[in-house]
């Protein structure tokens, strides 16, 4: 082999090691994620979006593009929170999307069958879209709200993780204020 086609064979194999060694699109939201959630507590919120939901500004939010699918983002979320020791999620949806159908929306149908099935009996409340993304714009002024956007082409399908404490809740948290008043 002569000097030049080995020059170029060598280049070729180190951009190749170079590109593998790159984090891919779907990589890097969820190490943004699972180096965020650490830093994360009560009151923090991760959303899952579809593609148009809008870009807010208030000064705590972060919006991150996945390229992935709305459910594999959801599930991925689950799973990180699912290993967090420190935090549990409160999870709402958008309360139009119980009344969407496939007349409307062609594909809802199968989508909301297998989103509740991804959240494996987990309570779920519905709660209108825009006072969630009031909910959201407010504590962001205040607090961390990562938001994770997605592919997603079909209304109301977001996904909102109210971040709470894991390890103390509203019981505990009543029995020290009993306390506190004695």
């Known amino acids: 082999m002569n000097k030049a086609k080995l020059t170029v064979a060598l280049a070729l194999i180190a951009a190749s090691f170079a590109y593998a060694d790159a984090p891919s699109h779907t990589a890097g939201w969820r190490n943004a994620l699972r180096q965020q959630l650490p830093i994360l507590g009560h009151r923090n919120w991760v959303v899952v979006a579809d593609s148009a939901y809008p870009a807010q500004t208030s000064p705590g939010i972060t919006t991150i593009e996945t390229g992935a699918s709305q459910l594999e983002v959801v599930q991925e979320v689950l799973r990180q929170l699912g290993t967090s020791v420190h ?3 409160i999870i709402y949806i958008d309360k139009e999307l119980n009344t969407l159908n496939d007349k409307l929306v062609p594909g809802i149908g199968r989508y909301k069958k297998d989103l509740f099935k991804t959240f494996k009996g987990r309570q779920v409340q519905g709660v209108l879209h825009s ?4 909910k ?3 504590s962001g002024k205040t607090f961390k709200v990562l938001i994770l956007k997605t592919n997603m082409a079909m209304p109301y399908t977001s996904v909102f993780f109210n971040l709470d404490c894991k390890y103390w809740g509203p019981a505990k948290e009543k029995q020290l204020r009993d ?4």
Not at 131 to 134: M, V
Not at 179 to 182: G, Y
């Open 136 to 138: 959201l714009d407010e």
């Open 131 to 134: 006072d969630l993304i009031g």
């Open 87 to 89: 935090v549990a999620p």
């Open 179 to 182: 306390l506190m008043k004695k």
